[in-house]
C-alpha cells in the first residue's frame, strides 16, 4: 500500500491510500492512476481501453442523501457533467447506477458505484469512456470490491467540516466543492457526441425534407424519393470528438457508404488518449459491416432503415433543415466520396 502523492503515477495493482480520508482501493489491471499536478482529480487512464476512471468523495451521510443528491447533474469538470440513469440501486453500504458523462451536446455511457460510511467521507468510483458500458461496470465494481476504510487523519490545517461532494485528492492535492450547475437532463442528450449543435428538433421537424414537395404528389412518396436522391450513392460521415486540455481526449468518425442499389458499407475508427504526470496512454480500433438500407415514410416523418448482414435492423429519424442532414438529432455530413459502392 503506498500513499496516493499528487504528481506520482501508480500502475495498475497497486493499492492507493488516501490517509486523510481513510480510504484505500486498488488500480485497476491495465491501467495507470495519478494526481496530475493541474488537475483536482484520481485519475485513471489505460493504454489498451479508451476512456476514464476517477475517484471522488462524497458528503452525505446515508444511503439516501446520496440517492437524493444523484437526482440531480453533477458536475465534473468544467462544462463536464455526469447524470444518473435512473433511480440508483442500493446495496448497503455500496449506492450503485449507470450513468451518462456529458459535455452539454451528447454523452459518453459509464457507471458510478459509492461507498457510503458514517465513520468518515464516502468514496464514488465513476467509469465512462467510448468502451461498452459492462467495461466500466466491471472495473468500477472491482474498484469497490478492493476498497477498505479506516479512521481518517486530516492533515494539521485540513478544517474538520468537509464541503459537499469534494474530489478525492492525495497528500497536497488540491479540493474542489462540485456545486450545482444547469445542464440538459439525461432524456434530452443527443445519441451522440456531436461536433455540431443541430437547431431545435421541433423546428427542425417542420422541415423534414431536403425538397420541397409538389402539392399534387403523394406525400409519402416524394418524402421518401428525396431523401433516395439525397442519400443514394452518397457518403453519410459522422464526426465526435472531445478533448479536456492537457488530460487528454479522444475522436470517432463513422462511415455509411449508402449504394443506389440499396446495399451500405459501414466503416469506424477511433482513437482515445489520456496524460497523467510521467506517463500516457492512447488506444484505437477499427470495425466494419455490410448491408442493405432503405427509407421508409412513417407519418410525415422520414426513417432511415438498415437491416445488417447478421440480421439485425435499425431505424434511424431522418431531418433536414435546407442545408444539413440529421439522423437520429445528429449532424452528419453527406459528400459525394462514396468509393466503396463500384
Known sequence: MVEAVSGQVYPGGTRVEFLDMGLSFVVPEGWLGSIP????????????????????????????????????????????????????VVEPPWVK???????????????????????GPGALYIGFGQGAPQLFQRLVSGMAASTQTSAPRPDPG??????????????????????????????????YLSMDKPEDMAERRSRNTPGDAPSDASKAQFLVQQWLKHLGG???????????????GYSIRRDYYLCSDGRFVFRESNSAAIYVPGASASSGG????????????????????????DGRVAQRLLEYDGSRTFIDGERWYVTEENDMCG
Open 37 to 88: 499536478e493541474d488537475s483536482d482529480a484520481f485519475v485513471m487512464g489505460s493504454e489498451t481501453q479508451p476512456g476514464v476512471i476517477i475517484a471522488l468523495t462524497h458528503g452525505a451521510e446515508t444511503a439516501d442523501e446520496l440517492v437524493e443528491n444523484l437526482a440531480d447533474p453533477m458536475p465534473l469538470d468544467e462544462g463536464v457533467t455526469l447524470h444518473a440513469q435512473g433511480r440508483p
Open 97 to 119: 447506477v449507470a450513468i451518462l458523462v456529458t459535455n452539454g451536446t451528447g454523452y459518453l455511457p459509464g457507471y458510478l458505484m459509492a461507498l457510503v460510511r458514517a465513520d
Open 158 to 191: 485540513t478544517p474538520e467540516t468537509q464541503q459537499p461532494l469534494p474530489l478525492l485528492r492525495g497528500r497536497g492535492g488540491p479540493e474542489v466543492r462540485l456545486g450545482d450547475t444547469p445542464a440538459p437532463q439525461p432524456q434530452d442528450l443527443p445519441l
Open 234 to 248: 452518397k457518403k453519410v460521415s459522422f464526426l465526435e470528438s472531445y478533448s479536456s486540455g492537457a488530460s487528454g
Open 286 to 309: 477499427l470495425s466494419s459491416g455490410e448491408g442493405r438500407w432503405r427509407v421508409l415514410a412513417q407519418g410525415e416523418q422520414a426513417v432511415l432503415e438498415l437491416t445488417w448482414s
